[in-house]
């Protein structure tokens, strides 16, 4: 019996150049499609009579950036996924997946990428409601000081030592849920919204005294909710970028803290959700699938 399934063009990339004003404007994106609805046909006989190809979702991603512009990936989302439902029977549930890669500018048409964490977006929509998830993934934060662990389990397998302090570093994946969203994205000023929402993860990152990673996804979430009160919901993945003080007696030198090996694999990785109380349902937020 064929269970759930979905089909998409997946990492349509798209660069926009707006070249309204001699100061041009750059927009740097990354879309996935996703759609699910009456596709039992083409799994089960090969009747492709309700399959939009994949190739006429990408030249959609195109020609809706040439015909509406984009500006924020939300709205470009909203405008893409809400297409796909409403223009194609077959069609009941659609998601559009977008990365906008950052460029800082240089000049008038100069520009150098940034490496502060990529901005991300997904968008649900059926034939009556739509669902924004917001979020940045790749935001790479360390603090040199202020960190400890300890006090946890210890059995015949277990060599780590207590650390007092320590340098907790990170690279954040966080995606937070809006409240509320009409379909055609009305009325929400996401630009702030996703500023605001970074600068919260942030600050609370810089300014929590940590004794454990766990302890400081936390309170990152719970400085999102506390900054915006169109997000309900917070999840946070954050892995544990260890740093291992270097033992360079053999060298005869010391080591007071400041040369360390930055371990790449194996890590600690910590994932939550922070909840806000009496927050709705969340509906297609995290899945095409009722």
């Given amino acids: 019996m064929l269970g759930p399934n979905n089909y998409g063009k997946a990492e349509v990339r798209l660069v926009r150049v707006g070249r309204d004003s001699p100061v041009h404007t750059l927009t740097d994106l990354n879309v996935s499609i996703a759609l699910a609805g009456d596709l039992a046909a083409t799994h089960l006989t090969g009747d492709n009579s309700n399959v939009l190809p994949t190739d006429t979702q990408k030249n959609t991603v195109y020609a809706f950036a040439r015909e509406y512009g984009v500006g924020e990936i939300e709205e470009f989302g909203l405008r893409l996924a809400r297409h796909f439902v409403s223009s194609q029977r077959s069609i009941e549930r659609a998601r559009v997946t977008i990365e906008e890669y950052g460029w800082q500018r240089l000049g008038p048409h100069s520009f150098a990428r940034t490496g502060e964490g990529v901005r991300t977006?997904?968008?649900?929509?059926?034939?009556?409601?739509?669902?924004?998830?917001?979020?940045?993934?790749g935001l790479v934060l360390m603090n040199t000081t202020d960190s400890e662990f300890h006090g946890f389990i210890k059995d015949r397998y277990t060599t780590l030592e207590e650390a007092r302090d320590r340098i907790l570093a990170t690279s954040v994946r966080a995606s937070w849920r809006h409240a509320s969203v009409p379909v055609d994205g009305a009325g929400n000023d996401w630009a702030a919204s996703y500023t605001r929402a970074r600068e919260a993860l942030v600050s609370a990152f810089v300014g929590t005294y940590s004794l454990s990673l766990q302890q400081t996804l936390a309170a990152m979430g719970e400085a999102v909710l506390a900054a915006r009160p169109e997000i309900v919901e917070v999840r946070l993945s954050l892995p544990n970028r260890h740093h291992f003080l270097v033992d360079l007696a053999p060298f005869g030198l010391d080591n007071p803290g400041e040369v360390f090996f930055a371990a790449d694999r194996p890590y600690g990785l910590i994932e939550g959700t922070v909840l806000r109380e009496g927050a709705p349902p969340p509906g297609l937020a995290w899945t095409l699938f009722p």
Wanted: hydrophobic letters at 55%; aromatic letters at 6%; a negative charge.
């Fill in 121 to 137: 977006a997904v968008v649900t929509c059926d034939e009556s409601a739509a669902w924004v998830v917001s979020g940045i993934d």
